[in-house]
């Protein structure tokens, strides 16, 4: 299981805070290897509508964090967290 306590992830020369959504889309894909990014995004209190940066956001934030693995299957992307 990851580690929130820590506030912050190094992320190649800079670091980048955890919010509340995308911790609940690692936790999402962590229970649930191999969902898709909306899975992820709703899960994570996405909600549908004009936007879809307010869904997807926060999962496209984790995986560039390094927190959630984004493989490529097809047209849609399988998500696991990363080791």
């Keep these: ?4 306590d820590r506030e912050r992830v190094h992320v190649t020369n800079m670091t980048k805070r955890i919010g509340s959504k995308m911790k609940a889309a690692v936790e999402y894909v962590e229970k649930n290897p191999g969902c898709s990014k ?6 994570a209190g996405g909600t549908f509508g004009g936007n879809m940066r307010f869904v997807y956001g926060p999962v496209d934030r984790a995986i560039a964090a390094g927190l959630i ?4 299957k097809g047209n849609r992307y399988a ?3 990363a080791p």
């Design 69 to 72: 693995v984004a493989e490529r």
């Design 79 to 81: 998500l696991k967290v």
């Design 1 to 4: 299981m990851l580690d929130f």
């Design 38 to 43: 909306l899975e992820a995004g709703v899960a």
